[in-house]
Each structure stands twice: as C-alpha cells, then as structure tokens.
C-alpha cells in the first residue's frame, strides 16, 4: 500500500525560506518519478517541481525556477522542496505525488501560508 506523508509547512514571512518533506512508502522508490504539486485557494492544482529518483534529473514549473530546489534521499524513500525567496503568490497547499493508475497517489497535502 502506497503512503505519502508531507511535512514541513506553515507561516512564513515574504523572502523567507522553507523545506517540505515527504516520506513514501509502499513505492519502487529507485526507479520513479516524484512531484510535488500545489493548490492555491479557488485555483486549479499546478505541478511545481519532478525529480527521478533513478538519476536525479529535474524539472520545474516556469514560476518556481530559480527559488525552489527538489532533491531526494533514496535510502530514506524521502523527497523534499526547498524553497527560497517565498513571496504571497506561493501560498498554497503542496502535495506530494507518486505515480500510479490514473492520477498517481497523493499525500495529504501541508500548507503554506506567506504572509507578513
């Protein structure tokens, strides 16, 4: 059974920095394509960031180059989102995402809120 956990949300102030983190579980975590996703309140969700965990190799939403950085720990089945320079328009909520049938499995989701 497929099990993602994010961590790592909440309030942080314009410019500031946070690091989101999501454990997996029941994955083939070697060899996939992790993403993260968010949904900002009334929007659609937006892909934001996607690593393969076989080679490292990443992508990013045009709005988020530059300031966020997707990395992995394979030993410990975890991926994570640093995210630098956060403004408002970051405000969402960010969910982890796993490939499977259909739309893949989603994590709960932690929020972020950027706010002064």
């Known amino acids: 059974q497929v099990q993602l956990v994010e961590s790592g949300g909440g309030l942080v102030q314009p410019g500031g920095s946070l690091r989101l983190s999501c454990a997996a579980s029941?994955?083939?975590?070697?060899?996939?394509?992790m993403k993260w996703y968010r949904q900002a309140p009334g929007k659609e969700r937006e892909l934001v960031a996607a690593i393969s965990t076989f080679n490292g190799n990443t992508n990013y939403a045009d709005s988020v180059k530059g300031r966020f950085t997707i990395s992995r720990d394979n030993a410990k089945k975890t991926v994570y989102l640093q995210m630098n320079g956060l403004q408002p328009e970051d405000t969402a909520v960010y969910y982890c995402?796993?490939?499977?049938?259909?739309?893949?499995?989603w994590g709960k989701g932690t929020l972020v809120t950027v706010s002064s």
């Open positions: 995402n796993a490939p499977g049938a259909g739309l893949g499995y």
């Open positions: 029941g994955v083939t975590f070697i060899t996939t394509i």
